[in-house]
Each structure stands twice: as structure tokens, then as C-alpha cells.
């Protein structure tokens, strides 16, 4: 079993090393993790501008670029293997509903999944790290249970784990959850700097808009640990015949106005 681990808050970030220590020992765990805080880049990859690899003193490797670029190095060329796993986290705060689109903690698992990889991606619901090693012990046993499953087996999968800060005690069992949904993000915040021009800066997330039973904002408050298998699929499909009519009377505009160009010639 081999095991790639990545994040997006950064190699140094108490999240990942927990999440390391935490499977160490159940499989072969490398590490390639973004240089700097990547939260909130999404599964931005980075074509403009060269990426390299280092390793730190505690054997993970840190790369200049994004969680998708980590993932997507690692899987076409760095590594000299294909990791039967990824686990991404654990995040310093939630990834829950809408926020999915935005984590770069959901991305690294989503990088790998496109390439075929199985792929969890974990989130602590609070900032600060409080009760990381509750976390990091459910990260344990889920990813012990995929193994004894030969889950990772099957054909690629993508689930999303939310973690109450809550002692190891106090977290109530796994919930299988969808994804809630938020309102949209809060006003922009501007502010002066010293030389007169303004700043923006990017406001918070909206309030929670769908936090009902069955979602992950519901499962969590009520201190279980949510999972949501995710998939990747854009197409709005219920709107395709609504669509194709419009489609339909284009072609039709165009058609008779090509007989009356005709016509007129
Ligand atoms: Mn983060």
C-alpha cells in the first residue's frame, strides 16, 4: 500500500504532520505539499512560471506551486510509482457545501481522483488545530477500514471528511452526508493603504443557506463526522432540453435566413 499525502495550507502546517504520523506506519507515506499557504486555490495549476521540489529535514517534499500542482507532479513523473491512495489534510478549517469549489484541500484529492487515484480529502471544522490528534485518529481509522475493504481497489473514488474540534470521546460516529449549500459570499472589504490607493479583500463566506438534515453543515453541529463521496460531472443535465431548444431555433433563424438570402440574390 502506498500512500500520497498532500494538503494545502503548506508542509509545515501541524494538519499534515499529524495526518502523517497518524498513517505512517500502515503503508508506504510520502509527502508532497505546497511551499506556502495555498487555501483557497482550487484546482489552480500553475503553467507561467517553473516549480521545483525540495526536501525538508523531515523527509517531505515542498513544491512552489498550488495542491493541484503538487499532486499533478507527483503522479505524471515524480514519483516512480503510482500511489494506491491519496490523502489530503488535514485542513485548518471546514470544507463543507459550497466551500468544496474553493478548497484547495478537496482539490489535491480531486487532482488524483482524475487521474484514477482514490482520494480523501479531510477538514477540521474549526480553525486553530484544537483536538488535532481526534482528527487525525479518525483519518487512521478510515483510511484502515479502506484498506481492510480493498476499497482502494475499486474504481476511483472522492470523499469529502469533515471533523468536529472535539476530543476523540466526544466525536459522535461517521455520517454519510451531501453537500449543503451557502448563501453568496459576504461585500468585499476595502481599506486604505498608506500611500492612498485601495485595497480589497476578498469578504467571508456567505451564511448557510441549506444546513438541513442530510447535509454535512447539519451532521457536523450536531458533532458527527461528516463524509461526502464527491464526483466530478458539471453538466447540468436537467437543463439540456431547455437548452437545446434554444439551440434548435438558432438553427432555424439561420436556416430561413439563408433561404430568403437566397432569394434576394
Ligand atoms: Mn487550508
Known sequence: MKILICNDDGYQAPG????YEALKDMADVEVVAPEHNNSAKSNALTLHSPLYVHRAANGFRYVNGTPADCVHIALTGLLDYRPDLLVSGINNGANMGDDTVYSGTVAAAMEAYLFGVPAIAFSQLLKGWQHLDAAARTARELVQQIISQHAADAPPWLLNVNIPNLPYAELKPMKVC???????????ITQVNPRGDTMYWIGNAGPVKDDSEGTDFHA?????VSMTPLKVDLSDHDKLPYWAQTAA????HKASREASDKAGA
Open 16 to 19: 499534515i504532520v499529524a495526518l
Open 178 to 188: 451531501r453537500l449543503g449549500r451557502r448563501h453568496a459570499a459576504e461585500k468585499v
Open 220 to 224: 457536523t453541529a450536531q458533532g458527527h
Open 249 to 252: 431555433r438558432m438553427a432555424a
